[in-house]
Every structure is written in structure tokens, then in C-alpha cells.
């Protein structure tokens, strides 16, 4: 079975912290990290750059590299997966892009990946001078899994709150991480790679989230779990891990409420949870999950 | 569904918001088209056009044309005049990316009878001599330096490089080159986006397209025959692209730089971050103006060298000189710029910049500005409807003072690209348009899926809604018979 390769779209107006979320990952995640980029912005520097056909690559060291777009999406996604094999493939939008043809052609056109999530970083300061959130801006809302709601130093708590309940009322699903430049859990962004079972890298842990973890080799009933994950409360923004089934094991992947399985060679069931003050939730939560257990 | 009572109506064609709809507001917006229309526009014109009438210096109007549709900042549509001399700005979100994204269109001396059996093959070679998609490379080998040349120079450097005839530049607007391209003003990074994609389609909406001027889609005989079209199903050829990754980087860049000046050093308020813009006459704007005006003649010389392998395989093809096929330009337009125009407002003349984002320039009899053969009938305009639906040659009327002397520039999108994706395949359209005698090629299916006819308001209607409020005239409907979507 090929195992498709998760792929994130990072999108939001120009100036709201793109690049300096990318530099985060790059300096937190520790897994071979491929970025497309319509340009190489400023994340490819100093570095020897490899064109390719429809991609021309930047080695960015351990395996990661950058790449900026030359021919058609679809033919440069393959490419970077030909040649670069990467666990991770983020996509960086223009910052006046509409990212929702692009969100739509990943789902329905591209077989060699999984959408992991839409990534839309928010200028809250920019939020709070601009009254009128324009059109792309909200498109790129709109379309988002994962809001990073940048550079909250630069606005009061209560501004805060209205930017808040406004990104709320443009997209109901999105979990919004508040932020100061991009410093956030890449765990909240990525899905679970091939290597979870190895070292797990460094984070920089957002004091307000709480995670814990559930391994059992136990088979788990399918129909009692899918209305276990239906009954997540809101308080669990992340889920995301190994389910084993009857018939085989699959990646569970549960954002904001909205979840997903689909098969994958592993063995076992191992569940990470990430959420707000989860500790109070942890026992209830697999004392839940435990009773799908066959 | 668009909120209609909020509009005043001024008549069947024009509409209305006063300016206590919106805090901020400097002047009046007007919509332009017929109830039909307005009813089908989707809410956010409304508020993108009122956004608009808040710029410093926008003089009468924020106007919106009938085939108005949202985009970046300003909608789709859009034109807004700024008074220069008194602090009015330039703003990137008013001229769109794709700078001088126009119209161009040329005339054949073949009927469709003599096309017809040959069209698969002339869209075909058609379909390899001009590249189309998103990352698509021309033909013509240039160096960085002779890229700067070709943004300063526009057309005028094609011509002298054996891309056309001397007599094209006389048919474009500006003559091929607008004056004041500065290639200091560009970054280097627009340099690597452009400097190959000179004579390319590029993607999206952009189109060749082979059409048919029938007998009984000719409103006026007379003006047709002034611009060329002389005999019952002649065959024309048109085009629409722009200033492909160049256009759009230079616009990112600006947009960047503006964002950092705008309230900081000029104490510019503005509601939405896309309007982002500065004074015409600061550092920041005039250097913009400066690199706009390379977008411009970027797109003017893309044009010409897709004009030119048009006449190539066209002789190829049927084997006689293009001279001998009589392939000779009508006009070429755009519908993306902010130019700097004389208008007389309120009886007296006044120096404004016009921006026209989606938007067509219409000049009338007598203007400056307007080419030689066609002082006495008007400027010809060029609007792309949708490739199913059929395209128009109109020309501007003296009533048009009203817009800037400014019309529609298509039939303007009613569904969002990814819901028109959804809604057809493009396998199919292929199939479909090519039973009813369109012969299409695109790089993309799902590009292709974008552009159906569906997708589009009613060109028609939206000619119509023009030529009710007197912002142009209809000349000829054309009908395509082979397109290369890009």
C-alpha cells in the first residue's frame, strides 16, 4: 500500500508571519520537511539550488529542502516526491492568493498526498487597523483548519477577544492559537508522520495546551470508536495517531471536531490528545475509548 | 442575492449608494447595469466599491461597471479617478496584478468556409507556437538587461526585433509603449518572473481564440467596416493576457512597500488592508507609477509577440504571407492600469489619475489618445466573454465622460472558480463546446472546468447594460469557432 504523504497549505495576507512560521517548523520539527513556494522567499539562502523540471530545489540541510514552483502544482508535488521523499510537504501560498482552488485540486486531483490542513496566519494588529477584512483575507479565513492569530503583543487583551469572535464568525471550525511571532506547538499543525514511535523533536509547548498520550494493544470496535471521536468536546483541538481495528490499523486524525481515518500500515493503537486544560478530561476520555475495546 | 434596496436608482442602468452608507465614504459609489444584473452581484462589490470611495482624492464616483465582480481590494470592475493634486493616491488593489491585462484583436481576410477545414491544425500549431499554463516560457531568448529594455520599450522593441509590423504600434494604446517606465523601479525578483514569459498566455482566464464576425451579429455595418471587418463570416483572431508572474510581483512588491508608508509617514486611513496604497505624488507612489508603467509595457510586448506567431502559423498554415491574409490589428486594449488622464469635471479640467481595474478605456470621437483611423468613430474596445459564449467589438461614445469614459472589460464571473470546478469537467466541456463547433486545447482540464460558459454572467446583458447607460456602443459580436485556454 502506498502511504500518502501529508501535506499542509500555510496561507494569509501579505506581512502576517508566513516565513516566520516556516522558519519555526524548520527549526522545530525534526522530520525531512519538503516547502513549495510559488518563489524562493527568504527561507532559501546560501544554499545550492538544484532545477528540476518542474521544481528547482533548495537543500536546506537534514533533508529538508525548499522549493519554488516552475511548472504545474500537481507535476511539481510529484516531482519533490520522486526525488526528495519528504514526511512532510508544506505548501506556502502567496500572500494575495485565494487558497481555495488550491485546497480543492490537493483534495481532488492529487493522489500522492493527504491534506493534512489549511494553516491561515492572521495579523491581529492588522486585524485591529483595517476594520474591513478583505476579500482574500477572508477567503484565506474562510478556508482554514489552523488559525494563527500572529503578533498579539501589538493589540490589547480585549481587542484581542473581538479579533477573536470576528476569525470565529468567518470560520466556526478553525481552532485559533493566538501567538507571538509564530511561536507555536508544531504539534497543533502536523498530523502524525511515520516516525512518531521515534525520538520526538523539541517544542516550544504552548503553556495553555495539555497533552497526553494512549497506547494499548488492544483491538478497538470501529463503530464504537467513530462515535467515541463524534463525542470529543471542543476542549480537544488536536487528536491524531494509530487505531487498531478488526481488519487493520488506521491514522486517526480528529481537528476542531472534524476527524478522519484512513488505512495505514502500523501495529497497534497509540492516540495522542492536545487540547485545553485536558488534564481534567484525561480519565474520562479513556475510560471512554477503553470501552471500544474488544 | 445583493441587497438592492440600499441602492438609489439614478436610472435603469445606474445605481446608487449615497455616501451615508458607510463611515469614511468621500463621494457617491455607482453600479452600473440592469436590475438583472445587480441583483446577481454578489454582496461584497457593495462593499468593496464603498471601501473604495473612502481613497484620498477619488473624485465624483467609486464607479463599478455591469460585469463587476469581488477581487483584490478594489472589485473586479472598478474604476476610481484621483485627483493628483490634492493628495489623491495610487493603490496597487485598484489596477489588479496582472497589470495591463488586455484585449487584442486582429483581423483575417478568410471567411469561415475557408477556415473551417483547417481549424483543428491552426489550433494546434497555435497551441505549441504561444506556451500556456502557469509556468509557461516563451520562444524569445532574453538576457536581464534585455528584459529591462523590453519593460521600458513595450511593443516598440518588438518591432524593431522583427516581432510584427511598424503599423501594429499605431493600433495599440499608448502606441505600444507608455513613457516613464523606469526597469530601476523593478525588483530583481520580478526580473526572474518575467524575463522568460515574454509571448505566453499564461493561465486563469487568458485565452486565444479564433472567432467569426457573422452577418447577423454586425450592429453597425459602417463602424464595423471602419475597423476591418468588410465581409460576411470573417474570420478574426483575439487574445487576452497580461503581464504574467512580472506584473504580479511588481504589484506584491508595491503592495509591501505601501503597507509600511501608508499610515506611518502619510497618515493614510483606509478599511481595508488591500485597498493598501500611497500619495500618486510621494517617493513610494511615483516609483510604483514608474514600475506599473514596465507591467504595462511588459503585457503591450507579450501581446505583440503572440500577435506575431499568430500571423506565422496562419501563413504557415494556409500557405500565404500574413501580409496576404490580410492579418491586420484592429486594436489592443487593457483593462488593468491606472493612467494619468485630462478630465473635465464640473466644468473645469482637471489632471486625474484613472484607475481601471477590470475596466476598459472607452475614449470617444475627437479625444486625444484615440489613433488616427479612428479620431472620427471612437475608440475600439475589446471585451472577452466567456469562451462558450462569444466576445464584442464596441467603441466609445461621447456619454462615456460620466465613467472616465470607462466600460466593462468581460462577462465577469458569477461563480467562484472551485465552485465552477466542482460543477463541470473539463473532459466533458471539451466534448460539449467541440458539438457545437468549438474547437478548444488547454493545458488543464480543471483550468478549463473554470472557464465554462456557466460560470460567467451573460456577456450580452452586460453589452446591453453598457450601451443603455451610454458608456459604449456595440459594433459586432463575435463567435468562436477554436480556442487555446490557457
Not at chain 1, 524548520?26 to 523540471?53: C, H, P, Q, R, Y
Amino acid at each position: 500500500m502506498q502511504v500518502r504523504t501529508p501535506l499542509t497549505v500555510i496561507t494569509g495576507p501579505l506581512g502576517s508571519g508566513k516565513t516566520t512560521l516556516l522558519r519555526h517548523i524548520l527549526d522545530t520539527v525534526s522530520k525531512k520537511i519538503a516547502i513549495l513556494m510559488n518563489e524562493f522567499g527568504e527561507i532559501a539562502i546560501d544554499s545550492k539550488i538544484i532545477a528540476g523540471k518542474n521544481v528547482q530545489m533548495a537543500d536546506l540541510g537534514g533533508g529538508c529542502v525548499c522549493c519554488s514552483l516552475l511548472g504545474e502544482f500537481e507535476a511539481a508535488v510529484d516531482e519533490i516526491i520522486d526525488t526528495v521523499d519528504p514526511d512532510i510537504i508544506v505548501v506556502e501560498t502567496t500572500g494575495v492568493a485565494e487558497p481555495d482552488a488550491l485546497v480543492f485540486d490537493i483534495q481532488e486531483s492529487l493522489t500522492k498526498v493527504r491534506l493534512d490542513g489549511v494553516v491561515t496566519v492572521i495579523d491581529a494588529d492588522a486585524m485591529v487597523k483595517y476594520p474591513s477584512v478583505g476579500h482574500t483575507s477572508r477567503i484565506q479565513i474562510e478556508a482554514a483548519d489552523t488559525i494563527i492569530l500572529n503578533k498579539i503583543d501589538l493589540v490589547s487583551e480585549s481587542e484581542l477577544k473581538a479579533i477573536e469572535e470576528k476569525l470565529h464568525s468567518l470560520n466556526q471550525v478553525a481552532s485559533i492559537l493566538a501567538t507571538k511571532r509564530c511561536q507555536v506547538d508544531p504539534d497543533l499543525l502536523f498530523g502524525i508522520g511515520r516516525e512518531r514511535v521515534e525520538a520526538p523533536p523539541y517544542h516550544v509547548h504552548q503553556p495553555e495546551f495539555e497533552s497526553f498520550s494512549y497506547t494499548t494493544n488492544a483491538i478497538c470496535d470501529r463503530t464504537c470508536f467513530e462515535e467515541f471521536a463524534d463525542s470529543l468536546r471542543t476542549e480537544v483541538y488536536r487528536a491524531k495517531g494509530f487505531v487498531k481495528f478488526s481488519d487493520a490499523t488506521y491514522l486517526f486524525n480528529f481537528v476542531a471536531g472534524r476527524w478522519e481515518l484512513e488505512l495505514f500500515e502500523q501495529e497497534g493503537t497509540q492516540l495522542v490528545f492536545i487540547g485545553k486544560q485536558l488534564s481534567e478530561l484525561k480519565d474520562q476520555i479513556i475510560n471512554n475509548l477503553k470501552l471500544c475495546e474488544q | 442575492m445583493a441587497i438592492i434596496e440600499v441602492l438609489k436608482k439614478i436610472s435603469d442602468t445606474v445605481w446608487e449608494i449615497p455616501i451615508s452608507y458607510k463611515e469614511g465614504m468621500r463621494v457617491p459609489a455607482r453600479i452600473y447595469g440592469t436590475e438583472k444584473l445587480i441583483r446577481e452581484m454578489d454582496d461584497a462589490v457593495y462593499d468593496q466599491i464603498t471601501n473604495v470611495a473612502t481613497l484620498p482624492g477619488i473624485t465624483k464616483y467609486a464607479l463599478c461597471m455591469p460585469d463587476g465582480h469581488f477581487g483584490y481590494g478594489f472589485p473586479i470592475g472598478g474604476v476610481a479617478a484621483m485627483d493628483v493634486e490634492s493628495g489623491g493616491v495610487i493603490s496597487p488593489g485598484g489596477i489588479g496584478f496582472d497589470i495591463n491585462c488586455g484585449m487584442r484583436l486582429m483581423v483575417t481576410n478568410l471567411t469561415y468556409k475557408e477556415v473551417k477545414p483547417y481549424i483543428k491544425e491552426v489550433v494546434d500549431k497555435l497551441y505549441q507556437k504561444v506556451p500556456a499554463g502557469v509556468g509557461s516560457k516563451g520562444f524569445v531568448k532574453l538576457s536581464r538587461n534585455d528584459f529591462r529594455e523590453v519593460v521600458e520599450q513595450g511593443a516598440r522593441w518588438c518591432v524593431r526585433n522583427g516581432y510584427g509590423w511598424e503599423e501594429d504600434l499605431s493600433f495599440i494604446e499608448e502606441n505600444g509603449c507608455i513613457e516613464g517606465a523606469d526597469a530601476a523601479k523593478i525588483s530583481e525578483k520580478a526580473i526572474d518572473r518575467g524575463f522568460n514569459q515574454i509571448g505566453t498566455l499564461g493561465s486563469g482566464n487568458h485565452y486565444l481564440e479564433i472567432q467569426v464576425a457573422k452577418q447577423e451579429n454586425i450592429f453597425d455595418p459602417e463602424l464595423a467596416r471602419s475597423m476591418g471587418i468588410t465581409m460576411p463570416d470573417q474570420v478574426v483572431v483575439m487574445f487576452h493576457c497580461g503581464s504574467r508572474g512580472f506584473g504580479h510581483q511588481v504589484a506584491t512588491d508595491y503592495l509591501q512597500s505601501f503597507l509600511k508608508v501608508m499610515e506611518s509617514k502619510y497618515g493614510i486611513k483606509i478599511l481595508d488592508r488591500e485597498l493598501a496604497c500611497a500619495p500618486f505624488n510621494s517617493p513610494e507612489g511615483q516609483a510604483y507609477f514608474a514600475a506599473m508603467k514596465c507591467g504595462i509595457n511588459m503585457s503591450f510586448a507579450n501581446r505583440q509577440v503572440i500577435l506575431h506567431r499568430i500571423r506565422e502559423v496562419f501563413s504557415d498554415v494556409f500557405g500565404r504571407t500574413a501580409e496576404d491574409l490580410g492579418m491586420q490589428m484592429v486594436y489592443d486594449v487593457a483593462h488593468n492600469t491606472a493612467k494619468l488622464e485630462r478630465h473635465l469635471i464640473d466644468g473645469k479640467e482637471r489632471s486625474l489619475l484613472v484607475h481601471r481595474k477590470g475596466a476598459t478605456r472607452a475614449f470617444a470621437p475627437g479625444m486625444a489618445d484615440v489613433p488616427e483611423q479612428y479620431k472620427a468613430i471612437g475608440q475600439p474596445i475589446i471585451i472577452g466573454g466567456s469562451m462558450e459564449t462569444g466576445s464584442y467589438l464596441l467603441v466609445g461614445v461621447p456619454t462615456g465622460a460620466q465613467t472616465f469614459f470607462s466600460t466593462a472589460h468581460g462577462s465577469g464571473r458569477t461563480m467562484s472558480r472551485t465552485k465552477a470546478r466542482k460543477t463541470w469537467r473539463g473532459e466533458k466541456l471539451q466534448k460539449d463546446m467541440e458539438a457545437k463547433g468549438i474547437y478548444v486545447r488547454s493545458t488543464s482540464w480543471q483550468g478549463l472546468a473554470e472557464e465554462a460558459g456557466g460560470a460567467y454572467k451573460d456577456v450580452d446583458e452586460v453589452i446591453e447594460a453598457a450601451e443603455l447607460a451610454g458608456i459604449s456602443k456595440r459594433v459586432v459580436r463575435l463567435t468562436p469557432i477554436g480556442n487555446i485556454k490557457g
